[in-house]
T-cell receptor
Framework: GAGVSQSPSNKVTEKGKDVELRCDPI?????LYWYRQSLGQGLEFLIY????????KSGLPSDRFSAERTGGSVSTLTIQRTQQEDSAVYLC??????????????FGPGTRLTVL | DAKTTQPPSMDCAEGRAANLPCNHS???????VYWYRQIHSQGPQYIIH???NNETNEMASLIITEDRKSSTLILPHATLRDTAVYYC??????????FGTGTSLTVIP
């Protein structure tokens, strides 16, 4: 079946502009995660949705970052007033149910964001 | 969730077993050990996970010490395509994954 998809694959924006990144999880997956990965670094957790529960936003680096998940499926990560340090690859992952020990995350290809 | 410590890099000869260590000395009883890998420019890929017993699947084996304070991922016959960054994560089901910086494995022809 189809995997996790993300759009756009690349985004170049000017400092101060807002951007929206989209993630389409695997159908039927109740958990959805956002991470970012700066050049040469590991993955940094941003936010996590599990079903209808309140999202875990503990990884969001500032209030310029927000995310929503509509209808338990598609998610949008919004970065307001982008800064150059926001430049990174933004990765989305989904899993069947995060509370299971067997929970396996499936990752999308990522969106490469460049802030000029 | 407990933190993990991994060597930043390792080399392995093609066809040999690659043994990647991970320390998780503060692991608690309900935390599982997961391994993922990330091949350049791709999203991470699940490899294997376990609680306290050793596990094996078609990709790798996971050996967890009896005190659960460390584990080793074994790729039995490394190929060039196994060159990647390998992440060891400990996690309570339902919590988020903290990936850390992992071990960069280079398989040498």
């Amino acid at each position: 079946g189809a995997g996790v998809s993300q759009s756009p694959s690349n985004k170049v924006t000017e400092k101060g502009k807002d951007v929206e990144l989209r993630c389409d999880p695997i159908s039927g997956h109740t958990a959805l995660y956002w991470y970012r990965q700066s050049l040469g670094q590991g993955l940094e957790f941003l936010i996590y949705f599990q079903g209808n529960s309140a999202p875990d936003k503990s990884g969001l680096p500032s209030d310029r970052f927000s995310a929503e998940r509509t209808g338990g499926s598609v998610s949008t990560l919004t970065i307001q007033r982008t800064q150059q340090e926001d430049s990174a690859v933004y990765l989305c992952a989904s899993s069947f149910r995060a509370t299971l020990s067997t929970d396996t995350q499936y990752f999308g290809p990522g969106t490469r964001l460049t802030v000029l | 969730d407990a933190k993990t410590t991994q060597p930043p890099s390792m080399d392995c000869a093609e066809g040999r077993a690659a043994n990647l260590p991970c320390n998780h000395s503060t692991i608690s009883g309900n935390e599982y050990v997961y391994w993922y890998r990330q091949i350049h420019s791709q999203g991470p890929q699940y490899i294997i996970h376990g609680l306290k017993n050793n596990e094996t699947n078609e990709m790798a084996s996971l050996i967890i010490t009896e005190d659960r304070k460390s584990s080793t991922l074994i790729l039995p016959h490394a190929t060039l395509r196994d060159t990647a960054v390998y992440y060891c994560i400990v996690r309570v089901p339902g919590n988020q994954f903290y990936f850390g910086t992992g071990t960069s494995l280079t398989v040498i022809p």
